[in-house]
């Protein structure tokens, strides 16, 4: 398996930039497809960023698309996310996930098809 840590969240007013990292240590890396999700209270956890195991391709939905941007290191077992012209709405908590992939460089969006977790990093984005 491998255990997934995230850090570089914060505090930033609107309009700024974070950028989060997930270190990774366990298993061969680019074995796996990551995402990023996050979950504000009361809110389901959804994704903001996946990418696959070469790091070929990515998606980003919507809310995030033109601000954010996803990327991986393999070399260094790492996973970033970096977060520009950041709004209020995107106050959560931040999740990187992985998912074991043979034989395809697919991304995943689904929550549902990530094995492993992080515990997350609050990102506060104030008005």
């Known amino acids: 398996q491998v255990q997934l840590v995230e850090s570089g969240g914060g505090l930033v007013q609107a309009g700024g930039s974070l950028r989060l990292s997930c270190a990774a240590s366990?298993?061969?890396?680019?074995?796996?497809?990551l995402g990023w999700f996050r979950q504000a209270p009361g809110k389901e956890r959804d994704i903001v960023a996946a990418?696959?195991?070469?790091?070929?391709?990515?998606y980003y939905p919507d809310s995030v698309k033109g601000r954010f941007t996803v990327s991986r290191d393999n070399a260094n077992n790492t996973v970033y996310l970096q977060m520009n012209r950041l709004k209020p709405e995107d106050t959560a908590v931040y999740y990187c996930?992985?998912?074991?992939?043979?034989?395809?460089?697919?991304?995943?969006?689904?929550?549902?098809?990530?094995?492993?977790w992080g515990q997350g990093t609050q990102v506060t984005v104030t008005s």
């Open positions: 366990g298993r061969t890396f680019s074995n796996y497809a």
């Open positions: 990418i696959t195991r070469s790091g070929g391709t990515t």
């Open positions: 996930a992985a998912r074991p992939v043979t034989n395809s460089d697919n991304y995943y969006t689904r929550r549902l098809l990530y094995d492993y």
